[in-house]
């Protein structure tokens, strides 16, 4: 009797389970549902393509471009942490970074997972701490003197360090990894931006830093605890084993960096972040505490280095691609070159760019948004839904859930982008005269920056710093992907090349344009 009222039990309970999961079932949108774990098959099978796989899912649901599913279909759970609402309709991208931007925060999920490293920095942080922050940092970078920092960081890494670097390579005939080399130029600019301290991770040797090496352990362990439920890094914490031990040794080293690099900022004030920072206050109207000043250096760094660097790789490999974009690119810094510089051609590699030269390159800077709109330095980003809302394409987001915006998916889209959106054009972002740089009228339809009150401070730096390298290389070189060598995306939250950029580099011969070459023989 008891077995027959255990088996009936579980029969009634396995069919109420099914009912309540058809219905939810039908409810959802995108990829295809099982129970208890919803999609999560559909995503591990696509892990490898994923964000392919997202963009090709939104074009699959026409103009909507959104869709609805869950990775965790089980009652109480299913509408809210494990339901993700994705979407690359610029009107819902809007409503979710600015128009509703206080209804969708960074979230719990993030800042606990991030908490460790960066702790209450301005990019893991919402509300007040946040908005102190933000005003502190928004001041600092429209200074002057910030941009003139910048400028000095850049070219002194490029004359001493970049420009070696490439010239034995092409000597010796040996290909290189771009995006290594980009990868540690941008992590000593942005390290002697933020705190003045140069780690010299980019020099002929290409030593291993041990901050550096610490940092990249670092973030690689804190971005693992978004891939897997909360209770199971814990766990790992807790016991001091996998990557939870990796991630407490790396921050040991990156601690006592920080420690040093803060010391030596408070006997020494210079005209880095850090610095400014220091007199600064916080909401309390106190000077910020030295373990909040150590991780607001460390937001700073992680923002400012992978971002650069992935879009300056896939920049190069889309020009290599494109002979045509790329003749257009040496006019251009040629034109301006010959103009500030006059027409002996030796003089236009002497030196690298000043700011105010790159900042005359327009076709130069239209060249690297159309590869963050195609290759965005962040293909996704996700927001917690803090109350019940509708976006504006009628799709409704509960209370508790995920909404993830894809931006990879957005550089798409036929809707959004017209036909040709899938090919490299950056005449697309020049005005009609093709003399001015022109952001599409509808500004969410490219978001690579960010959008609303969290759009990126440092943008302007970060074009500059990519105009001045951009032209370091190209003026000099010619680029060849090495035999054999494929490109692929890596599927982390930074879309990285897997296995690098590898390259050959030959010497380029610079000419002056025909009608300067003409006008410098009349004279």
């Known amino acids: 009797m008891d077995s027959l009222l255990i088996i009936l039990l579980v029969s009634a ?5 099914l009912i309540w999961f058809c219905l939810l079932a039908r409810t959802l949108t995108g990829p295809p549902a099982w129970p208890l774990v919803g999609s999560l098959p559909y995503t591990f099978l696509n892990r490898r393509r994923f964000h392919d796989w997202m963009a090709a899912t939104l074009r699959s649901t026409g103009a909507a471009a959104t869709y609805q599913t869950c990775t965790v279909a089980v009652p109480f759970l299913a509408r809210r942490q494990g339901f993700y609402t994705v979407t690359c309709h610029p009107s819902n991208i809007e409503h979710i970074l600015r128009t509703r931007f206080d209804n969708y925060p960074k979230g719990p999920t993030w800042q606990t997972a991030f908490h460790d490293l960066l702790g209450q920095g301005i990019f893991n942080s919402d509300g007040d701490t946040w908005l102190i922050q933000r005003k502190t940092a928004a001041l600092e970078f429209t ?43 941008t992590f000593d600019n942005i390290c002697g931006l933020t705190f003045g301290k140069d780690p010299e991770t980019l020099s002929p040797e290409m ?27 814990k766990l790992k914490k807790f016991l001091d084993v996998g990557a939870e031990r990796r991630l407490r040794k790396s921050l040991q080293v ?60 896939w920049f190069f490999w889309l020009v290599m691609n494109s002979a045509a974009v790329e003749d257009r690119i040496i006019r251009e810094i040629s034109s301006v070159l010959r103009a500030t510089r006059g027409p002996d051609t030796s003089k236009w590699t002497e030196e690298p760019l000043t700011f105010d030269e790159a900042d005359a390159l327009v076709y130069l800077k239209a060249a690297l948004a159309e590869t963050l709109r195609l290759y965005p330095s962040v293909p996704e980003d996700f927001k917690y839904v803090v109350a019940d809302d509708v976006l504006p ?56 920056f960010n959008g609303g ?41 930074t879309l990285f090349m897997k296995t690098g950029l590898r390259v050959h580099l030959t010497p380029r011969e610079l000419l002056l344009p025909p009608h300067a070459a003409a006008a410098a023989v009349t004279a």
């Open 13 to 17: 309970a396995t069919s109420a389970y």
């Open 207 to 233: 030593p291993e830093n041990p901050f550096a090496v610490a940092f990249d352990s670092a973030t690689e362990a804190t971005l693992q605890r978004l891939l897997y439920p909360g209770f199971l890094w």
């Open 453 to 493: 009150p969290r759009t990126c401070l440092g943008k302007d730096l970060a074009y500059l710093q990519m105009k001045s390298v951009a032209a370091a290389v190209l003026l000099r070189y010619r680029l060849s992907l090495a035999p054999g060598h494929r490109v692929e995306q890596k599927i982390s939250l």
């Open 143 to 185: 200074t002057r003197t910030l941009r003139q920092a910048m400028a000095r960081w850049v070219s002194r890494t490029i004359r001493t360090r970049l420009w070696v670097i490439l010239e034995k390579a092409a000597r010796d005939r040996r290909p290189v990894d771009l995006q290594d080399l980009l990868l540690r130029l």
């Open 393 to 448: 394409d009628g799709t409704a987001v509960p209370a508790g859930s995920t909404v993830t915006y894809s931006i990879y998916s957005v550089g798409r889209m036929k809707s959004v982008w017209g036909e040709d959106c899938l090919e490299f054009k950056p005449e697309r972002w020049l005005s009609a005269a093709g003399d001015r740089f022109q952001l599409p009228k509808d500004g969410y339809k490219f978001v690579a």
């Open 254 to 313: 990156v601690e006592k960096y920080m420690s040093e690099a803060l010391e030596a900022r408070k006997e020494r004030p210079s005209d880095d972040l850090l610095s400014r920072f220091m007199k600064k206050k916080d909401a309390d109207g106190k000077l910020f505490q030295s373990s909040v000043l150590k991780r607001i250096a460390l937001n700073f760094v992680l923002a400012g280095r992978d971002t650069s660097s992935v879009a300056l790789s």
